[in-house]
T-cell receptor
């Protein structure tokens, strides 16, 4: 069974304190790994797609990396506006529903000023 | 980025009422739309996958007669919660994706519908 596990469940940082979020996955065949940001009462906002081990993507203070077993979302010098729930999702090769995503439970990030 | 509009954003209604939620992809043609349900402090749970012009594929445990999905065009899908009861109260989110020739573009999400059944 495909599984996605995110850690930690919650992370509190001071403004400027860099850290990383982890997404571990066990799938039969990875087609893509996606990172989303979700603010309270809103739908997820797309951040990155990673397709193969060794790939990295960057956007402002965020950097996503991928290995064969996990992905990291690195946050450099975070600001209070980076506070949100960060969701990791995998798209599995094959299957009956093309494009279907399996989500992790998310990491709730709080950045204090 | 791509824009997906979901309407209404909030619904409060009496038990036994049927509620329709619309999901529109505003700036691209979505071959596939997905419907999720999200409970407080939990992640997204996929309910069904809908391809334009085809019957929706429901996840295990999701009642297809309870949650009717229509995907009549490449820009519009609807979810109807029939004879809603308090246990159907939840946050419902749609997403849209465009999959041509084996591509795996990211899903883009609407802002969700908060459904409260009294």
């Amino acid at each position: 069974e495909d599984q996605v596990t995110q850690s930690p469940e919650a992370l509190r940082l001071q403004e400027g304190e860099s850290s990383s979020l982890n997404c571990s996955y066990t799938v039969s065949g990875l087609r893509g790994l996606f990172w989303y940001r979700q603010d309270p009462g809103k739908g997820p906002e797309f951040l990155f797609t990673l397709y193969s081990a060794g790939e990295e993507k960057e956007k402002e203070r965020l950097k996503a990396t991928l290995t064969k077993k996990e992905s990291f979302l690195h946050i450099t010098a975070p600001k209070p506006e980076d506070s949100a729930t960060y969701l990791c999702a995998v798209q599995v090769a094959g299957g009956t529903s093309y494009g279907k995503l399996t989500f992790g439970q998310g990491t709730i990030l709080t950045v204090h000023p | 980025g791509a824009v997906v509009s979901q309407h209404p954003s909030r619904v409060i209604c009496k038990s036994g009422t049927s509620v329709k939620i619309e999901c529109r992809s505003l700036d691209f043609q979505a071959t596939t739309m997905f419907w999720y349900r999200q409970f407080p402090k939990q992640s997204l749970m996929l309910m069904a996958t809908s391809n334009e012009g085809s019957k929706a594929t429901y996840e295990q445990g999701v009642e297809k007669d309870k949650f009717l999905i229509n995907h009549a065009s490449l820009t519009l899908s609807t979810l109807t919660v029939t004879s809603a009861h308090p246990e159907d109260s939840s946050f419902y989110i749609c997403s849209a994706g465009k999959y041509w020739g084996g591509s795996n573009q990211p899903q883009h999400f609407g802002d969700g519908t908060r459904l409260s059944i009294l």
